[in-house]
């Protein structure tokens, strides 16, 4: 957990993976920043369905780049995804489910918690 950083549940803001390795700062959380156009703060899990979509929406999360250190996504890996990306997906009807606990609070300036609970990852 990152201390004074919270979760969209008001709790501690919990590890989103480190296997693969995610997060815009690479440690694992959902955590955001100044540099951070694209607010990486939803923890999704996720599915073949999704991986085909945001490749076709220009952002190939499934093929490895080796240069990276980047693997390659697969359906059942956690991923912190931009918060805009998520909400289309979820408008398109194929948004992968979500880890409350280690979704940041700030995607709730994109999306409601009502919505995100819709899609909560039961653990």
């Not at 080796?66 to 998520?86: E, I, M, N, T």
Request: hydrophobic fraction near 40%; proline fraction near 5%.
């Amino acid at each position: 957990m990152i201390a004074n950083e919270q979760n969209v549940l008001g709790g501690e803001l919990q590890c989103c993976c480190t296997a693969p390795l995610t997060g815009f700062y690479r440690d694992g959380f959902c955590r955001t920043g100044p540099m951070d156009g694209g607010r990486h703060v939803v923890c999704a899990v996720m599915t073949a369905e999704f991986l085909v979509y945001t490749k076709a929406m220009g952002n190939d999360l499934s093929t490895p780049i080796a240069a990276y250190g980047f693997p390659g996504l697969k359906p059942g890996d956690k991923w912190c995804l931009c918060a805009v990306r998520w909400q289309e997906a979820m408008e398109d009807g194929v948004a992968p489910l979500v880890d409350l606990a280690a979704t940041h609070e700030k995607a709730l300036e994109f999306v409601g918690i009502d919505i995100l609970k819709k899609y909560a990852v039961s653990i």
